[in-house]
């Protein structure tokens, strides 16, 4: 098997001594006589891998039904957020680290030990007995998560050339499709049935799985770079990370934009990566290469998955929103709410992914993805409080179909163009950019929805009635329209302008969404077209 991994290696080749010859999988992709197939070995591997991000995946989404229970049994309800933030703050740093020590000294060692970190975590926030023990143990998960996460990606990588891996991730992006529905609807059934501790003890023998076949089947030969780790590079961008992940996630919520925390925060933020840009400007071997962003596919395709996530997660998170607060859906179904938009991912994803294999191009799937999530997110700019749920579900479906094409190709195109040597900090550096774009898209919806509701909820009120019904209703707010029990002391007519009201501002918060995908239709467009590579080879000059 030593043999039939030599090309798959995370060094550059040129760095590895003479292996033998390759196995048949790499020979047929090399000759291009024959259709390439995984050997038995690797589509374990990638089974294996799957299992990986599945249980990273679902992770982020299993635990939301449960928080109310949660807060209830542990307290913490000032800090309600922090159960989710606290794993997205440590995998955000986490991520381009763990990419960049990976091309360093090999992928599987870190793998392993990112399954083994979020085993633990997942154990301690089981047994946490108070609520900041529990933030404790989503932090280690988190570090898991933005172990496996770009891994996942990067030993497809390092295993499948180009030109063959666009219909290996599609099917891995459709975990993260199938884990985005199947993880509120599990996360409610065990928190009924079971009692929310056991979300983090259920998926631990899914993980367990995973890393008996990773240990046993998974073989990368790497030949270890000794280099200086660039622990300047890492704290600076921790520093700068954290600071702006928490005043973004903060402001407009927790504090006022204006607020002397969020910007202090930013301030932060902002001397820590202008420290990072002259750490690595000076690093002998950086965290993340500058020289990386000199090629235009590479600079391009992340500036594109930033704006991807950007809409993709506003919308994730604020049409179920829609869904309770304006159409009134009973909250019991809200697992389904997202359902179409994720079957419309799932399945363009994986056809896509076939599409870009047989055909051996992906700029016009990407283009034609952005065109069609924009379509859809007009329908949803379109929707009102007397909106039907099958008009939210048909627009949803469109955006998903939209994602499909496009999301899992920008990862892809990165690959094709970058030296095996940074192949892993190339990955993590697009895992990164979503992880941002999540973040702003969640903050700049909310932000939007927010601010002006109460203006937007007045102005549907009757005038005869508009300072007795404001007095009742200025002290409910959006989460008030989501809880039917709630709304059973209020006169009809506030019931009716807070939908209204709230449907108007999620109009709002819908809008932003079409200058974005505007900006990533054009940085999409900018992307050069650089033909699929057959084999595992190094690209054969950079493509600026």
Partial sequence: MATATSAATGSNRTDLPTQGTESAP???????????????EHKIVFASLMLGMFVASISQTIVGPALPQIVADLGGMAHYSWVATAAMLVSAVVVPVVGKLSDLYGRK???????????????????AGSFWMLVAGRAIQGAGMGTL????????????????RGKYQGLMGAVFGVTSVAGPLAGGVITDHLGWRWLFFTILPVGLLALAFVARYMHLPHQRREAKIDVAGIITLSVAMVS???ATSWGGTTYPWVSAQVLG???????????????ELRASEPLLPLRLFRNSVFSWSNVAGLGVAMVMFGSIIYIPVFAQGVLGVDATQSGLILMPMMLGLIVMGILT??????????????????AIMALGVFLLTRLSETSSAWALFGSMAVVGVGLGMAMQQYTLVVQNVVARRDLGVATATTQFSRNIGSTVGIAVYGSIMTGGLGAAVAAHLPASMRDQAAQQASGMDVGSVLDPSSLGNVPPVVEEALRAGLADQLHNAFMIGLPILVLVFIATAMIKHVPLRETLEDAPRDHG
């Fill in 149 to 164: 996460m770009p891994l996942s990606q990067t030993i497809i990588g390092d295993i499948i050339p180009a030109r063959q």
């Fill in 265 to 279: 925060l930013y301030a932060v933020g902002l001397v820590g990566a202008l420290a990072f840009v002259a750490v």
């Fill in 244 to 246: 702006i992940l928490l």
């Fill in 353 to 370: 992914g076939l599409l870009v294999t047989r055909t051996g191009h992906y700029k016009p799937f990407m283009l034609t993805g952005i």
């Fill in 109 to 127: 060692t870190f793998y392993l030990a990112g399954l083994v970190i979020f085993m633990v975590g997942s154990v301690v926030s089981g047994l």
């Fill in 26 to 40: 790499a020979q047929q992709a090399d000759s291009g006589t024959a259709p390439f197939r995984l050997d038995r």
